[in-house]
């Protein structure tokens, strides 16, 4: 069992930053690639961006690229994402997810069902 917290939300005027952070419990965190995703009222939640469990590969949505970065610390058990030049669109409430190596994955990191856990989520919201 993983529990996930998130954390660094807030309010920040376009163009500015933030850091997320998700912690994670338990000891074998880096056998876990880690996602963000982010979802607003009344749409799907949608995928961020993606770490494999040694922090050697991300992906982003082309929405963040260039702009999002995804690391992580595994002495640590948490992951980041640093997110510059924000926009209002960028608005959501943001998830981190775990997804198990020792699961069965269909290699669609973007996909909601190739994670296992999911933190609370931590809301971000970006005013003009």
């Known amino acids: 069992q993983v529990q996930l917290v998130e954390s660094g939300g807030g309010l920040v005027q376009a163009g500015g930053s933030l850091r997320l952070s998700c912690a994670a419990s338990?000891?074998?965190?880096?056998?876990?690639?880690m996602g963000w995703f982010r979802q607003v009222p009344g749409k799907e939640r949608d995928f961020v961006a993606v770490?494999?469990?040694?922090?050697?590969?991300?992906d982003y949505a082309d929405s963040v690229k260039g702009r999002f970065t995804i690391s992580r610390d595994n002495a640590k058990n948490t992951v980041y994402l640093q997110m510059n030049s924000l926009r209002p669109a960028d608005t959501a409430v943001y998830y981190c997810?775990?997804?198990?190596?020792?699961?069965?994955?269909?290699?669609?990191?973007?996909?909601?069902?190739?994670?296992?856990?999911w933190g609370q989520g931590t809301q971000v919201t970006v005013s003009s």
């Open positions: 997810a775990a997804g198990s190596s020792y699961q069965p994955y269909s290699g669609r990191y973007y996909d909601l069902t190739s994670y296992n856990y």
């Open positions: 338990g000891r074998t965190f880096s056998t876990y690639r």
């Open positions: 770490i494999t469990g040694s922090g050697g590969s991300t």
